[in-house]
């Protein structure tokens, strides 16, 4: 199957994963109403493009899938195929214009913000306290704590809510990380507001962070890691993480 279709049978495949076990589960001809099996693909489905910004006229879709069902197409695979991806990436492209104008607004505005500095690559930051310590450059490991949300408040990442600071290189991370880093004295914590194309831009991340999507970070820089300090971190690790030889 074309590209389009392949993203609803891995729906299907995903969602199986997540479904009961299945010896709970009775299959359409061994018991299940057919109606709870064809309301569940439609489900299916429907949440794959739910998302997508296309508008369905119900009765056609529900016709098109019937006709498919019992081989009554009145338009070729290959048509139809053609047609349906046309009006995806049509209406994606149109999702993304949105998305891009709505970025420029929150960035011009925000940037008009008391406290608010742009650097040169558009990267927009505040200082939320000052760091006393010297700031990284950007082959450099460090320890940081972080929160990350969308313009719309969702968050979708935090090291608060893991519990504990990570560490990482600044050569490993999105621009807008390593170049939001390398203002941060250690010690200090700084807000940044980082535009998609410093970030994911136009693929964006999984289902989590959108296409052209504006990304909020609060970053508390807590400390730059000698090499042998990230070494023998590692080494720690590896050796806890080793099987203990002597029990038997």
Known sequence: ???????????IAATAVFAKPAADIQI???GAPVDDVS????????????????????????????????????LSEDEALSIANAAYRAALDKK????????????????QKDGVIATESGLQY???????????LATDMVRAHYKGSLLDGTVFD???????????????????????????????????????DLAYGADGAGSIIPPYS??????????????????????????SAAPDDTEQ
């Open 126 to 136: 505040r200082v939320i306290q000052e760091g006393t310590g010297p700031t990284p």
């Open 96 to 111: 993304s214009e949105e998305s891009r104008a709505k970025e420029a607004a929150f960035l011009a505005e925000n940037a």
């Open 158 to 196: 935090s090291s608060y809510e893991d519990g504990e600071p990570v560490e990482f290189s600044l050569s490993e991370v999105i621009d807008g990380w390593a170049e939001g880093l390398q203002l941060i004295g250690v010690g200090g914590k700084y807000e940044l507001f980082i535009p998609s």
């Open 39 to 74: 309301y569940s693909f439609g489900v299916v489905f429907g949440v794959q493009f739910a998302d997508s910004g296309l508008s369905f006229n119900y009765s056609d879709f529900a016709q098109g899938f019937k006709d498919a069902i019992e081989g009554n197409l009145t």
């Open 28 to 30: 359409a001809g061994q």
């Open 1 to 11: 199957m074309k590209k389009l279709f392949t993203l609803c049978m891995v729906g």
């Open 214 to 239: 504006t990304l909020i970070f609060e970053v508390e820089l807590i400390a730059i890691l000698e090499s042998d300090e990230a070494q023998g971190d590692a080494d720690d690790e590896a050796t």
